[in-house]
């Protein structure tokens, strides 16, 4: 049977071109479909901007709207092993991987569902007589969400549910590798009661889809998580349009082992800071600075366990490591470190695909430590989105400094440290989102999530996560029965 697409409340074929979904693991095909065209962008559009409006939704209180992401949370739940297969098909990441990111997704309904049902207006304080104020929030209208290939479903939960939540319809826009996962929650959200048109899923290409649907003047925010680049060109027709735009984009996050760091903690923390995920993700720890005091110590034992870290399928048990999205992406991967061994760097482990006979057909590529390169060279500045981690000494605390921030990006860092005032002391200096000591890649739903300079724009997750698709109204209640006195 042909995969439909979920436009305006309904599943339907797609108009477009045909979009694959491929196993990265031996390349096979999961599913094979038409993914949406321009005329089903217009009608997700109508279908969203006509029901936001309607009472059945607008005229809700948070806490019934609240129902719904309570109902989807649990359907998410009761299947995760479902989803999380789905999703290891879809973008090759390990099971254990994908199981977690299921239930994060779960969480962020359940989370921003109690978040709903405190959302309250301001009554700020006045010392005048005749008048009194109050704010409300209010929904901004259709959103466009447009979602990474990475961490699909933890990524589309964190941007349907609080957009939902604050009154708005939403259109999705997942990568084009990766449309399953999405397509499935639009099932969960239609079983769990979403009303018809709050929710529209279209496959296909971002140049062709997303931008037709960020550009239509009915689309009154673009959250987007991805590229900068594309963050970018997404930004200029936010400005064009005089909209808001929540961009989490690209990273090239510093992690720093301090002399008196406990050694196996902070190893292993930055080993799993860039290796999990393929070293695909916008957060991965991927410029080690170590104190050069350490520098043969720490490498030592980083290598250790880096060669030890188990690359293979990933529906395999224990499996540390699964391929990349894609052969064109692991062949951009190499190309990388190829450019590094030509500026003479030393590649201590990995820099190539695995030789086991059993993963030649998928897109595996090693776990890859690197040194002896310049700060300046491409490598070193660059987001490679794989499994390659540069590392570099430093003197004292004004040469790191001077080193971690010297990138175009602040998305995360990471800090390892006894000492809670140095790492209090680094971590207000360092020109980053967030800032993990003594642990790395952790996340709270609760606790707000974004970039620095050209990591991006805005902030997801929190109560304001909420208020991030809403808009304020003030509103002034005169209690003076008097006329006002300016025309005497």
Known sequence: MTQK???????????GDTTVSRFPADGSVNAEFPAASLDDVEDAISAADAAWRTPDWADRQPHQRAEVLYRVSDLIMARQEELARLQTRDNGKPLAETRALVASAAGTARYVAAACETLEGELPTQRNADFMTFSTYEPLGVIAAITPWNSPIASEMQKIAP?????????????????????????????????????????????????????????????FTGGTSTGRHLAHIAADKLIGASLELGGKSPTIICEDADLEQAVRGVVYGIFSSGGQACIAGSRLFIHESQYDAVLERLLAVTRDLRVGHPETD???????????????VAAYVDQARAEGARILTGGQAPSDPALVSGSYYLPTVIDGLKPDSAVCREEIFGPVLVVLPYRDEADLIAQANDSVYGLASGIWTADYRRAWHLAR???????????????SIATPFGGYKESGLGREKGRQGIQAYMQQKSIYLGLDSAPIGWSR
Not at 5 to 15: A, S
Request: glycine share 12%; proline share 6%; aromatic share 6%.
């Open 318 to 332: 224990g499996v540390h490591i699964g391929p990349l999205i894609s052969e064109a992406h692991r062949d951009s």
């Open 163 to 223: 957009a939902l939540a604050g009154g708005n319809a939403v259109i999705l826009k997942p990568a084009e590798a990766t449309p399953l996962a999405a397509l499935k929650l639009a099932e969960l959200f239609e079983e769990a009661g979403l009303p018809k048109g709050l929710l529209s899923v279209l496959p296909g290409r971002g140049r062709i889809i997303g931008d037709a649907l960020v550009r239509d003047p009915r689309v009154r925010k673009i959250s």
């Open 429 to 443: 200096k360092l020109e980053a989102g967030t800032v993990w000591i003594n642990t790395y890649k952790k996340f």
């Open 5 to 15: 697409i979920f436009i305006g409340g309904e599943w339907r074929l797609g108009r």
